[in-house]
């Protein structure tokens, strides 16, 4: 890797106070296991010239019960998360989605502020710059996207329009269907933002100058069912071909209040309004769940070779409703 | 740049294998780059070469060695991250007085667990570390484990067998 140099945040404001004094030129690590390939393999023209660690700010990696919430700091690892009796118990969907994550290697390393933050996955996009050059692209700010014309058995088929790469996050998907808030702290001003509004097309919507403190998720109802499902090539390392997370509650054997998020289906976590509106008010039988399932891919444009997402994810809707 | 109250750390500090290493940051020999993974720092700048680079990218689970109690990808770690870390690589495990090796590298032997062996230093850490925590492991919790293990040779069934065998003498917390 290039030389950078290196500091130990000590407190949140210390770490604003550095990226506004380096002008930007900052790359904040949590766990690193994403930032440290994308710095390898310079896949970006830009390159930081200070590394923040933020795994010295005391009192950040903590998960607490607070009020009608649950509040998780941003440096909190995947395996604490995974195995917190606290998480397992009333948001079994989050628990689900921490275990899947890349290898148990990796889970000891990531955290749930770098799992939302992590960049795409897309072969172009992460094309190392040793290999004969970095490839520039449209979410690169130069050139058209790749995966239209390419190989795109992995990229987006519904919501792709410019970019086609997927968000990679298994965890933003669990947290969408749980209604959860991300924390953003920047220079002048802190706000608390819905999960689903903290993603777009190209990623994220944090400014340089921003970071992600704290996820806080309302306690569910508690006749609330939570389902986690993650299809891959492997069942490990791998990331997500399509994953579906839903929360529904039941009363009476009628479905309300259903929340499906579908993953690695679109650039940001798709919430399948359709899906959810056609089993509102309905009791999960099979022929509602498939009109469901149906409805939720109704908008699919799939590429060249990833059609076959289509059934995916109209399986793990399937799948997801009828264990509710 | 503005003057912060931000920590440049000057020196690293590591207790590798029981023996503390003061390395100073900077870009002559034995010092280590705040660029440095931790597994070029074992390997280039202690010469501790038992831990293996595979692909460099977090996905191979080769440069696995135990930190603090946990397993984690030393080629995916800055080493100026690891300030005051206890780190345990392949090295550490045999009896260094009389060479005897550890009962998952014996069983690793005894199983023929691996052909080339490249590896094999990251699958057995992981499994120390599994069995530290859990000395009479189930067979899906060996798996589950070393999943983040690639093994080109395809030597995953005897490995899975030779980490069962300790878990079953439950001979892997020595």
């Given at each position: 890797m290039k030389l950078f140099k290196h500091f130990d945040a000590e407190s949140i404001d210390h770490v604003l106070e550095m990226v506004t004094a380096t002008n930007g030129k900052t790359a904040l690590m949590a766990g690193g296991t994403d930032l440290m390939g994308v710095l390898k393999s310079e896949l970006l023209a830009a390159y930081p010239e200070v590394v923040i660690n933020l795994k010295t700010i005391a009192g950040l990696d903590t998960i607490k019960m607070v009020d009608q919430e649950c509040r998780i700091g941003a440096t909190t690892r995947l395996t604490d998360i995974a195995a917190s009796e606290p998480i397992q118990t009333t948001f079994p969907a989050l628990a689900a989605a921490a275990a899947s994550v890349g290898s148990p290697e990796l889970r000891n390393m990531g955290t749930i502020g770098g799992n939302l933050c992590q960049d795409t996955r897309c072969w172009y996009y992460r094309y190392p710059d040793k290999m004969g050059g970095r490839i520039p692209c449209y979410r690169k700010g130069?050139?058209?996207?790749?995966?239209i014309r390419g190989e795109n058995r992995y990229h987006a088929i519904l919501g792709g329009k410019k970019c086609y790469a997927v968000c990679p996050s298994d965890l933003a998907i669990a947290l969408g269907a749980l209604d959860a808030r991300v924390k953003v702290v920047g220079p002048t001003a802190e706000q608390m933002m819905p999960i689903l509004d903290f993603f777009n097309v190209l990623g994220t919507v944090l400014k340089p100058d921003e970071l992600v403190t704290e996820i806080r998720i309302p306690l569910p109802s508690k006749t609330a069912v939570q389902i986690f499902l993650k299809n891959r090539v492997r069942d490990a390392v791998d990331f997500a071909v399509v994953s579906v997370a839903v929360m529904v509650d039941q009363e009476e054997g009628v479905c309300r209040d259903a929340r499906i998020i579908l993953g690695a289906v679109a650039p940001t976590p798709y919430r399948a309004f359709a899906a959810e509106a056609a089993i509102n008010g309905k009791s999960l039988n099979e022929t509602h769940v498939a009109a469901a399932a149906e409805a939720a891919v109704k908008d699919a444009k799939p590429l060249s070779q990833n059609a076959y997402k289509i059934d995916i994810t109209k399986a793990l809707i399937h799948r997801a409703l009828l264990s509710s | 740049m503005k003057k912060t109250n931000g920590k440049e750390r000057t020196a690293v500090t590591l207790v590798v294998n029981g023996v503390t290493h003061e390395l100073n940051v900077g870009d002559q020999p034995y010092q280590v780059s705040p660029c440095h993974t931790l597994a070029q720092t074992l390997r280039e700048t202690l010469g501790v070469t038992g831990t293996k680079v595979g692909c460099d990218q977090g996905a191979c689970g080769s440069c696995t060695v135990i930190m603090d109690g946990r397993p984690i990808l030393s080629c995916m770690t800055?080493?100026?991250?690891?300030?005051g870390s206890e780190i345990t690589t392949i090295e550490g495990l045999a009896d260094p007085a009389s060479g005897k090796l550890h009962p998952i590298q014996q069983s690793f032997v005894d199983h023929s667990a691996f052909q080339c062996g490249f590896c094999t230093p990251g699958i057995i850490m992981a499994s120390k570390s599994l069995l530290d925590r859990h000395p009479s492991a189930d067979k899906q919790a060996v798996k589950e484990a070393l999943s983040g293990h690639y093994c080109r040779c395809i030597s995953h069934y005897q490995v899975v067998d030779a980490v069962m065998d300790v878990a079953e003498k439950g001979e892997g917390d020595r």
């Open positions: 130069k050139g058209p996207c790749h995966a | 800055l080493t100026i991250q690891c300030h």
